[in-house]
């Protein structure tokens, strides 16, 4: 009876938790910390035992090389190999201009080749207008080409180039007798206004044969030369339509035909005619003779 009585006076433990315990369960239950403990640590922890790893110099060399031999023989597969080259839309001259621009000892690996910087140096080519490289199936590096078309040659000094319907330069041209099937432009800014002296070199036709070429006059109109030094000197505007007003004019009455030096069109209202140096003397003498008979 009196075993009852001392158990049943003893204090009862407390259910409820303590305050740390609390405020455990508390943190335990916040999602940061539920990703600090499930995430971070483990993490730490790796972070550690590889850093203990790798602080060793002669394990951080096996690891780098076996990450080249790995990317070695990734590199080297027979379906990663170049094996050539493949060029098309090139003619011969442009075709070894590229080859020397785009130096490759083959065979090669697809991944070691630089096709962006590749295309920068082919398209720096001027006889190269487009230009598209990528490698085929089978090893092939294609590189296809889009040549700039020469309409017109330009004489700039004591140099000749070959220039596009858009005045770029081509290539250098040796003599004017490789090229006769194309006109002679010159003078200052003509490689900028090339496709207006097309257009008067097609106007021209019926002069196909006497044609010289063409003369760029202050940067904003042109003269035509024509055999002999006889010039047409067209004016800034419209220079087509006054050519082609002093073609009537050789049609009618043969104009050219004599002996005239220059036919003066830049001011279309009122063309002049400069006579030649035998015409010019003729006609004072004539002049001279009707003075004395008057």
């Not at 889009?146 to 250098?172: F, S």
């Amino acid at each position: 009876m009196q075993q009852m009585t001392s158990s049943s006076n003893a204090p009862r433990r407390d259910p409820a938790p303590s305050r740390l315990a609390y405020r455990m369960q508390r943190l335990l239950l916040t999602p940061f910390f539920r990703r600090l403990l499930w995430v971070g640590l483990p993490a730490l922890v790796l972070s550690l035992v590889v850093g203990i790893y790798l602080s060793d110099q002669a394990r951080r060399d096996g690891i780098t090389l076996w990450v080249n031999d790995l990317k070695a023989t990734v590199r080297e597969r027979p379906e990663f190999m170049v094996k050539l080259m493949a060029i098309d839309g090139a003619s011969p001259g442009v075709s070894d201009d590229i080859r020397e621009v785009v130096p490759i000892d083959f065979p090669v690996s697809s991944f070691d080749l630089d096709l962006p910087r590749m295309l920068r140096d082919v398209m720096a080519l001027d006889a190269v207008a487009k230009a598209d490289l990528r490698v085929r199936p089978g090893g092939v590096l294609q590189i296809s080409v889009v040549e700039r078309i020469p309409v017109a040659i330009w004489r700039n000094d004591d140099t000749l180039d070959l220039l596009d319907d858009k005045g770029h330069r081509v290539a250098p041209l040796a003599a004017r007798a490789e090229r006769p099937d194309l006109p002679l432009i010159a003078g200052r800014g003509a490689e900028r206004a090339v496709g207006e002296g097309i257009e008067i070199v097609s106007a021209a036709a019926p002069l196909a044969e006497r044609l010289r070429g063409l003369v760029r006059v202050g940067e904003r109109r042109w003269d035509v030369i024509l055999e002999g030094g006889q010039t047409i000197k067209l004016p800034e505007d419209e220079p087509v339509r006054a050519l082609e007003q002093v073609l009537a004019l050789d049609e009618a009455q043969d104009l050219l035909a004599r002996d005239v030096s220059d036919v003066d069109m830049r001011n279309p209202r009122r063309p002049t005619v400069r006579l030649g140096e035998v015409a010019a003397e003729t006609l004072r003498e004539i002049r001279v003779m009707e003075l004395g008979a008057d």
